[in-house]
């Protein structure tokens, strides 16, 4: 546990924030652009997706390069979901 909040309070010193996403909707309305930013370069993240907010799954780990990342969700009819980036 100490080492999580180690690593939240060194991103926040020399980030001065936290990740952050934000949202987008793509060029059709089937899409949705998700942006990453304030990421630790070298550190690995998760973008994870749940039906029902209790159990996630990772669906593409990365290690970040940089401090932003850009994800593109496709939708088909009727896909509701919830995301989220877990830092690892």
Known sequence: MN???AGWIRD???LGAVERLSMSQGADSGSLTVNMEKLS???TYAQQVSMDLKS???VNPFTAAV???TWTLVFTN???AFYRLSGR
Do not use: E, F, K
């Open 3 to 5: 080492v999580l909040w």
């Open 12 to 14: 926040l010193v020399t």
């Open 41 to 43: 370069p070298g550190r």
């Open 56 to 58: 996630w799954s990772d």
């Open 67 to 69: 401090y932003t990342n």
């Open 78 to 80: 009727g896909s509701n």
